[in-house]
């Protein structure tokens, strides 16, 4: 799978849209794009994932670009409870293998 | 509530101790995974089962047991822990490769 580069934290005020980033240049035409996040001393929760196609659920919305080279997630009103470590993965297709590498992922904080 | 539950949430055992972790899921997934999170450090696999097969380990020490005797069950099993051992361990499930959903995780604590 890809390898994934995510800045180590990040800050957004509460009722702002928080965006964060993830540089994989190296993605594969096969290879999805995962997010998840980790409110603390707790298990991942899944947000969302993409292809090639943004996609929107009720969590957040997920930007990927043209060359898939990166990704944004965008939470659009973030709140104090989405302060979480996000992280970005990429991954092929449900058939290649089931496991998720976790790297460091994103600190986000949401400061009132 | 993710519907995988983990029991117990927290333990403190000794280096000469034997103990069980059980995680159960009520989603009807096919595959369960077993995760190690060590404080400060990213979440690393260490079992993957599918229909309850074992299809990876991740070079986990042997003092580390995992079974699974159906889809919707999967414990680890403890015996002679180090302190190092002491981590969040988190169990998940999927249905095959799609989004994973993850318990609370139990706390581990080695004396």
């Known amino acids: 799978d890809a390898k994934t580069t995510q800045p180590p934290s990040m800050d957004c005020a509460e009722g702002r849209a928080a965006n964060l980033p993830c540089n994989h240049s190296?993605?594969?035409?096969?290879?999805?794009v995962y997010w998840y996040r980790q409110i603390h001393s707790q298990g991942p929760q899944y947000i969302i994932h993409g292809l090639k196609n943004n996609e929107t659920n009720e969590m957040a919305s997920l930007i990927i670009t043209e060359d898939r080279k990166s990704s944004t997630l965008i939470l659009p009103h973030a709140t104090l409870r989405d302060t979480a470590v996000y992280y970005c993965?990429?991954?092929?297709?449900?058939?290649?293998?089931?496991?998720?590498?976790f790297g460091k992922g994103t600190s986000l904080l949401v400061t009132p | 509530e993710t519907g995988v539950t983990q029991t117990p949430r927290h333990l403190v055992m000794g280096m000469t101790n034997k103990k069980s972790l059980k995680c159960e899921q009520h989603?009807?997934?096919?595959?369960m995974y077993w995760y190690k999170q060590s404080a400060k450090k990213p979440l690393e696999l260490m079992f993957v089962?599918?229909?309850?097969?074992?299809?990876e380990n991740n070079s986990v020490p042997s003092r580390f047991s995992p079974e699974c005797p159906n889809s919707s069950h999967l414990f680890l099993h403890l015996h002679t822990l180090q302190p190092e051992d002491s981590a969040l361990y988190l169990c998940?499930?999927?249905?095959?490769?799609?989004?994973?959903?993850f318990g609370p995780g139990t706390r581990l604590t080695v004396t």
């Open positions: 190296t993605i594969s035409g096969n290879e999805y």
């Open positions: 989603l009807g997934h096919n595959a």
């Open positions: 998940a499930s999927s249905r095959d490769g799609d989004e994973q959903y």
């Open positions: 089962y599918n229909f309850k097969e074992q299809t």
């Open positions: 993965i990429v991954r092929s297709g449900s058939n290649s293998g089931y496991a998720l590498n």
